[in-house]
T-cell receptor, first 114, second 118 residues
Framework: DSGVTQTPKHLITATGQRVTLRCSPRSGDLSVYWYQQSLDQGLQFLIQYYNGEERAKGNILERFSAQQFPDLHSELNLSSLELGDSALYFC?????????????FGPGTRLTVL | AQKITQTQPGMFVQEKEAVTLDCTYDTSDQSYGLFWYKQPSSGEMIFLIYQGSYDEQNATEGRYSLNFQKARKSANLVISASQLGDSAMYFCAMREAFYGGSQGNLIFGKGTKLSVKP
């Protein structure tokens, strides 16, 4: 158990819908990262938050947004969903902002868009 | 340019034998971290081992060791005494230090699917 929690574990929805994925980092970790794992793109970095502020963006679509709340949990919002958004979405946390220490992954949310 | 290269899409190993999973990386930073993660069919990402660029000794964690050859920019994972439960996808990843212009996120290779035969 990494100490990172993600809900829900599975999500099935239809095209055009909006969903919210939730992540709680390990106790004491200030950085939260979101990654997307799809069959064709592999594991890709989406966005990072540190202590409530957005710090870095990767290959995140404009239809996607995220935030980190004062209690440090984070939410990833996916809107106008398309079939290609079906993927495994991971949240990871680390204690630092800019170091090279390990990131601990949550169990992931498997999103299926029908 | 691809920063993490795993050239073995799939590998087979006999139970109880050792296996090496290859990983090469590309960076101009002096400070970086190298990681291996295991992803079983259930989907979770399990952290296995870490090597910092300034570490002089190769990292070891139980049956896992990382063969770090800095000049060759390789960070191969060695699994000794393979077990059936080692069958999974294995990802090599790198994290560059933020001050070097990196975003601090992990950059992953495409993975190697390891199958352990009884």
């Amino acid at each position: 158990d990494s100490g990172v929690t993600q809900t829900p574990k599975h999500l099935i929805t239809a095209t055009g819908q909006r969903v919210t994925l939730r992540c709680s980092p390990r106790s004491g970790d200030l950085s939260v990262y979101w990654y997307q794992q799809s069959l064709d793109q592999g594991l890709q970095f989406l966005i990072q938050y540190y202590n409530g502020e957005e710090r870095a963006k990767g290959n995140i679509l404009e239809r996607f947004s995220a935030q980190q709340f004062p209690d440090l949990h984070s939410e990833l919002n996916l809107s106008s969903l398309e079939l290609g958004d079906s993927a495994l979405y991971f949240c990871a946390s680390s204690v630092d902002l800019a170091g090279i220490d390990e990131q601990f992954f949550g169990p992931g949310t498997r999103l299926t868009v029908l | 340019a691809q920063k993490i290269t795993q050239t073995q899409p799939g590998m087979f190993v006999q139970e109880k034998e050792a296996v090496t999973l290859d990983c090469t990386y590309d960076t101009s930073d002096q400070s970086y971290g190298l990681f291996w993660y295991k992803q079983p069919s259930s989907g979770e990402m399990i952290f296995l081992i870490y090597q910092g660029s300034y570490d002089e000794q190769n990292a070891t964690e139980g049956r896992y060791s990382l063969n770090f050859q800095k000049a060759r920019k390789s960070a191969n994972l060695v699994i000794s005494a393979s077990q059936l439960g080692d069958s999974a996808m294995y990802f090599c990843a790198m994290r560059e230090a933020f001050y070097g212009g990196s975003q601090g996120n992990l950059i992953f290779g495409k993975g190697t699917k390891l199958s352990v035969k009884p």
